[in-house]
């Protein structure tokens, strides 16, 4: 009778553990084919709401009349009006740089699921149900850094005449957390902050010396 016991409770746990195993093995399935693809999306989603962030923090700095390309940069010019030299206001440029990752860095910690929360519909028949269904929650963690760099670019906007633009470059490292775990998201994004068309020859090279660009 002992005997017919013990079988009877090893054929039990021999249950148990099939019954764990095919609840354990769909589920680890799913998470091999479906992680990845969580994480993806989400980084994806994450980069496209920073752009957007960082594109509306400058419109509205420009909005606001703050940007303005005669407080940003002075052009000397000589006594026939061919302009000579490009004077950058450094600290002008400065300011707009902190003011607009302030906002971006605050803005970006604050993005709650619906902005970059990830569709169900995108992962299952994305054809049929993207963007639909609940989302899975991805959430920024941190901002680790944030940095803005500013660039020229000269083009010929006509005959003689230059159109000069100032071009702002921001990169932003951030941790992000979904179903799958965290994940490091690097993304940058270049924004035109201000531009004026420039009458005269085009010149044919820039020498950056102090702030200064001066045409050759």
Do not use: C
Request: hydrophobic share 45%; aromatic share 4%.
């Amino acid at each position: 009778m002992a005997i017919k016991y013990r079988k009877i409770r090893l054929r039990r746990r021999w249950m148990v553990v099939l019954l764990l195993l095919a609840l354990l093995v769909p589920v680890a399935v799913m998470r091999m084919r479906l992680f990845p693809m969580v994480e993806e999306l989400a980084v994806t989603r994450v980069t496209n709401q920073t752009a957007r962030l960082i594109n509306d923090a400058i419109d509205a700095q420009i909005r606001d009349g703050v940007v303005d390309y005669s407080n940003m940069v002075l052009l000397e010019k000589d006594d026939t009006g061919a302009v000579t030299a490009l004077k950058t206001n450094i600290s002008e440029m400065n300011a707009l740089k902190t003011r607009i990752l302030d906002t971006v860095n605050e803005e970006i910690l604050q993005l709650n699921v619906e902005e970059i929360g990830v569709p169900i519909g995108n992962l299952l028949v994305p054809a049929l149900f993207s963007g639909r269904g609940p989302y899975l929650p991805v959430k920024v963690l941190t901002v680790r850094s944030s940095e803005a760099a500013f660039s020229n670019q000269f083009t010929q906007a006509g005959i003689n005449q230059t159109l000069h633009q100032i071009i702002m470059t921001i990169t932003i490292d951030m941790t992000i957390v979904t179903p799958a775990g965290t994940e490091q998201v690097d993304t940058s994004s270049q924004v035109v902050v201000a531009e004026t068309v420039i009458v005269g020859t085009v010149p044919e090279s820039y020498l950056a010396i102090d702030g200064v660009q001066r045409t050759t």
